[in-house]
């Protein structure tokens, strides 16, 4: 019954920025990692960014130096920056284990075009 909703998506231009909310709800978030991640089409779901319960973050390599996340009791964030074509995909947040995803919110689309 844990909800995730994600916000924030929208159109950029290469070079741009977005910055994407997820608020959750219905669960006790202190106790699950949190992380984004993104689905390009015609691709599979890869991770983009994970905080974990002890506040550790990693990043994927393609975003490294570019995405910052952050994390506040049931919100999470993701600042994006210097935004590339690549980079358009919907973006979902989720709450989990250290290896396993337990709740995912319904995605927020991200299109980078110029």
């Known amino acids: 019954q844990a909800r995730v909703v994600e916000s924030g998506g929208g159109l950029a231009q290469p070079g741009g920025s977005l910055n994407l909310t997820c608020v959750v709800s219905g669960t006790i978030v202190n106790l699950w990692d949190m992380a984004w991640h993104r689905q390009a089409h015609g691709k599979e779901r890869e991770l983009v960014a994970k905080i974990t319960v002890g506040g550790e973050v990693t990043y994927s390599e393609s975003v490294k130096g570019r995405f910052t996340a952050s994390r506040a009791r049931m919100t999470l964030s993701l600042q994006m920056k210097s935004l590339r074509p690549e980079d358009t995909a919907v973006y979902y947040c989720?709450?989990?284990?250290?290896?396993?995803?337990?709740?995912w919110g319904q995605g927020t689309q991200v299109t980078v075009s110029s």
């Open positions: 989720s709450v989990g284990s250290s290896t396993k995803v337990a709740h």
